[in-house]
C-alpha cells in the first residue's frame, strides 16, 4: 500500500502549508457563524484530527506488534511493517511543522522508544529479568528527554513534567497490556489496550492545542479544542476503535484464539460506550435500538469468519448481502436522522467501503499475505475519519445552539493526557452525539409500528 502510505500525512501537510480554500476563506475566529461542516473542519481541526489518527494508530499497532512477537506469530514481521509505517507518517507531521532537523530527532526518538518496548518482549520472552529491567530503564531515560524536546519545541507551551507523566501512562498502558496477556488475562489485556488508544487521542488534543497556540497563522487562527471539534475528535476516537478492534475479533475467531472472546468483548465494550449515553440521555428503548442496529452489523462480520472457517461458499454470500441490506438501511436512517444534511447513497458507499476495507484485512489474513491484510487494517482504520468528521459537521449545524460556547482558553500543559482524561468531558460530549441516535431511535421505532 505505498500510496496509502503517503496519502496519510497529507492531511496535516495541506493544513499547514497551502493555503485553505474554499469554507475556509472567511469567519475562522467566530465559530459560532460557521456552518457545523465549516466548525469541525478548520485547519486546526484537521491538525487535531490527524495526530488523534496517527498517536491512536500507534497505540493500537504497538500492542499489536507486544502480543504477535511474544507468540512468534505469523503476522509478526507484517505487524512491525504496519507500526514503522505509522512512524514514518508521524514523523512526517512533525516535520510539517517544525522543520526536517525536529523532524529527524523524532523519528530516533519514537523508533527508539518503540525498540524498548520491543527489548521488553524479547528479554519476557527469555525469562530474563535484569533485561526486562533494563528495557524500563530505558524507557523511562527516553520519556525525559523525549518530554524536554516536547517542552522547547512547543516554546514552553507543554511542560516537561507533566508530560513525562503522560508517557508513564503510555508505558504503563503498553506494558501492562502485554503482561496482561502473557498472563493470559485477556479481558485485562483488552482493558489496557482501549486505555492506550483513548489516552493518545488525549495526547493530540493537548499537542495539537499547543501547536496552534504556537502558529496561530498557519491555522487562521483557528483553535484545536471547541466544543465542535472535541465532538469530531469523540467520533475519530470511536470510530477507528471500532475499525482496529473489529480486525482483531475477525482474526483471533479464524485463528480459534483463546483471547478471541475478549477480544470480541472489547468490540462489544465500543459499541456499548454509545449505547449507555444514548440511554442515559433519551431512555433505554433508544439505546437499545441502536445497539441493536450496530451489534447486527458486527454479526454479520462474524457470521463471514464463521462461514470462511466452515468453507462455505454461500454463507459467506449471505453474510455480505446483510451487509448490504445494513447499510442501505443504515444510510437511510442517517439521513433521516440529520434532516437530509448526509445523503443516503454517499453513506451507503462510505459504509461499503468500511464492509470491503475489513472483509479484505481478514481474507488477506487467512490468506497469509500479511502486508496486504495490515495495508487494509491502516486503511479501515484511516477510513473511520471520514464517518467521522460528516457526522460531525451535520450535528453541528443541525443543533448550531448545542456548540455556542467556547473552550477556556488556557489549556492543561500535560500535552500527553494528563488530568484532562475526565469521563465527564466525554459524556458531556457523548451527550452531543445522541441527538443525531435519538432521531435514529424514532424512525426506528415509526419503521417498526409501520411493519
Do not use: C
Not at 57 to 63: D, G, K, M, N, T
Not at 206 to 215: E, K, P, R, V, Y
Not at 230 to 245: M, P, V
Not at 286 to 292: C, D, L, P, R, Y
Amino acid at each position: 500500500m505505498k500510496l496509502n502510505k503517503s496519502l496519510l500525512a497529507i492531511p496535516l501537510s495541506l493544513s499547514l502549508l497551502v493555503p485553505v480554500q474554499g469554507a475556509f476563506a472567511h469567519d475562522h475566529v467566530n465559530h459560532t457563524k460557521m456552518s457545523g461542516s465549516e466548525a469541525v473542519a478548520t485547519p486546526a481541526a484537521e491538525l487535531r484530527s490527524t495526530l488523534g489518527h496517527l498517536l491512536s494508530e500507534h497505540a493500537y499497532l504497538a500492542v499489536e506488534v507486544m502480543r504477535n512477537g511474544a507468540l512468534g506469530a505469523k503476522d509478526f514481521e507484517a505487524s512491525v511493517g504496519a507500526l514503522n509505517e505509522n512512524t514514518v507518517d508521524l514523523s512526517n507531521a512533525i516535520t510539517s511543522v517544525y522543520g526536517d532537523e525536529a523532524g529527524q530527532q523524532f523519528k530516533q526518538m519514537w523508533e527508539e522508544h518503540i525498540g524498548f518496548f520491543v527489548d521488553y518482549v524479547t528479554a519476557t520472552a527469555e525469562n530474563d529479568e535484569t533485561k526486562k529491567e533494563e528495557a524500563l530503564n530505558n524507557l523511562d531515560t527516553y520519556r525525559e528527554k523525549f518530554s524536554q524536546f516536547l517542552e522547547t519545541a512547543t516554546g514552553e507551551r507543554l511542560e516537561a513534567s507533566g508530560l513525562a507523566e503522560g508517557l508513564q501512562m503510555h508505558v504503563n498502558q503498553l506494558v501492562g497490556a502485554f503482561d496482561s496477556y502473557l498472563a493470559k488475562d485477556f479481558n485485562k489485556a483488552y482493558e489496557y489496550e482501549r486505555e492506550a488508544i483513548h489516552h493518545m487521542h488525549m495526547v493530540a488534543k493537548g499537542l495539537s492545542n499547543a501547536i496552534t497556540d504556537q502558529f496561530p497563522e498557519k491555522f487562521e487562527t483557528t483553535k484545536a479544542v471547541t466544543p465542535a471539534v472535541d465532538l469530531r475528535a469523540t467520533l475519530n476516537h470511536l470510530l477507528t476503535e471500532h475499525a482496529g478492534l473489529a480486525v482483531v475479533a475477525m482474526q483471533q475467531g479464524a485463528d480459534g484464539a483463546e483471547d478471541f472472546e475478549a477480544a470480541a468483548g472489547a468490540l462489544n465494550a465500543n459499541t456499548e460506550d454509545l449505547t449507555a449515553a444514548i440511554a442515559s440521555v433519551y431512555g433505554d428503548e433508544a439505546g437499545e435500538q441502536f445497539k441493536t442496529m450496530w451489534s447486527n452489523h458486527i454479526g454479520f462480520f462474524v457470521d463471514y469468519v464463521k462461514a470462511t472457517g466452515a468453507n462455505d461458499e454461500n454463507a459467506k454470500k449471505e453474510a455480505l448481502e446483510n451487509l448490504d441490506g445494513y447499510r442501505a438501511e443504515f444510510s437511510k436512517f442517517l439521513e433521516t436522522a440529520t434532516d437530509g444534511r448526509l445523503k443516503s447513497d454517499a453513506l451507503a458507499d462510505g459504509l461499503q467501503m468500511h464492509v470491503e476495507q475489513l472483509i479484505a484485512a481478514f481474507d488477506f489474513y487467512v490468506a497469509g499475505d500479511y502486508e496486504k491484510a495490515y495495508d487494509s487494517i491502516r486503511e479501515a482504520y484511516g477510513h473511520m475519519l471520514n464517518p467521522a468528521k460528516g457526522l460531525s459537521g451535520a450535528f453541528v449545524d443541525q443543533f448550531p445552539e448545542k456548540f455556542t460556547s467556547m473552550m477556556p482558553d488556557e489549556m492543561p500543559k500535560t500535552g500527553m493526557g494528563g488530568t484532562d482524561d475526565s469521563m465527564m468531558g466525554n459524556y458531556i460530549v457523548f451527550g452531543l452525539i445522541m441527538a443525531i441516535f435519538a432521531s435514529m431511535g424514532l424512525v426506528i421505532r415509526k419503521k417498526l409500528q409501520q411493519n
